[in-house]
């Protein structure tokens, strides 16, 4: 797995200077150490993990966004789910597995997976603001299965969108 951090820095809980210089000035928060370990630990049990590029870990409400390379989703998501699972029991948290350097439509559906989304529009503002519109297809379901505030959270942190979510039969 490649990372921010030294493989020896994960695998021994020693932080090297260069490792403990970027946690000390919040390059690289504690979620992101903390699940870096804990995706290391799992690499024997499933080795696809061993070829995916971790990029950051990013926490709101109850659900933790992990950031990884191009492509390396299915990585995750293999095995059934299990891995996703795995860091889901040992955080507590539900999990979103999200790409880095994908076009926003398709960071949009992995953030709002399984939602459909029905369509994606950008609204401009009259201050020079611009917010992202989305539009999900409830189903027949009438209560959404999304933690909307969750994820505009994560959006603003990750790509730095502003998101109004609205829903549709």
Not at 24 to 46: P, R
Not at 72 to 94: C, H, N, P
Request: with cysteine.
């Amino acid at each position: 797995m490649k990372t921010q951090l030294c493989n020896f820095c994960l695998k021994s809980g020693i932080l090297c200077s260069k490792c403990d210089s970027k946690v000390k000035s919040g390059e690289i928060s504690d979620a992101y150490l903390k699940i870096a370990k804990q995706i290391l630990s799992l690499e024997e049990k499933y080795p696809p993990l061993q070829s995916i590029t971790f990029h950051d870990a990013v926490e709101a409400n109850g659900i933790l966004a992990l950031i990884v390379g191009r492509g390396d989703i299915s990585r995750f998501l293999g095995y059934g789910g299990k891995i996703v699972r795995a860091i889901g029991q040992e955080t507590g948290k539900r999990i979103r597995i999200l790409e880095k350097g994908v076009d926003d439509r398709k960071f949009l559906e992995d953030l709002f997976a399984p939602s459909d989304i029905m369509t994606i529009n950008t609204i401009w503002l009259p201050d020079g603001t611009t917010e992202t519109r989305v539009i999900l297809r409830t189903g027949w379901r009438r209560t959404p299965q999304v933690n909307v505030k969750a994820m505009k959270e994560i959006a603003k942190k990750v790509r730095n969108v502003v998101l109004r979510v609205e829903f549709s039969r």
